[in-house]
């Protein structure tokens, strides 16, 4: 069975910083193309950010292209999400999420096989 457990969220000023961490449990991450997501209240859950099994091929939602950077790390089992120059409208609840196969749709939520508790993101003006 599949675990992933985020970290990193807490409540950041405008213009901040914050990176994320998903941790992979139960299989090699590696095996596993890796996405964020988040849902602020009210709102459906929307993608954020992507990565290939190897890292090789990245995907970005245009609303954190440029801000956002998404990285993986195979050896500690873990995924990344750095996220710079914040804004009280990235306020929402991340999650990671893995998709587990040889063919991979980057941006769908409904794709993805495992998903994370979530951490929050909170983003004070």
């Known amino acids: 069975q599949v675990r992933l457990v985020e970290s990193g969220g807490r409540l950041v000023q405008a213009g901040g910083s914050l990176r994320l961490s998903c941790v992979a449990s139960?299989?090699?991450?590696?095996?596993?193309?890796m996405g964020w997501f988040r849902q602020a209240p009210g709102k459906e859950r929307e993608f954020v950010a992507s990565i290939s099994w190897k890292g090789g091929t990245v995907y970005y939602a245009d609303s954190v292209k440029g801000r956002f950077t998404i990285s993986r790390d195979n050896d500690k089992n873990t995924a990344y999400l750095q996220m710079n120059i914040l804004k009280t409208e990235d306020t929402a609840v991340y999650y990671c999420a893995g998709e587990d196969g040889s063919s991979w749709s980057p941006t769908l939520p409904g794709e993805y096989d495992y998903w994370g508790q979530g951490t929050q993101v909170t983003v004070s003006s």
């Open positions: 139960g299989q090699d991450i590696s095996t596993l193309a």
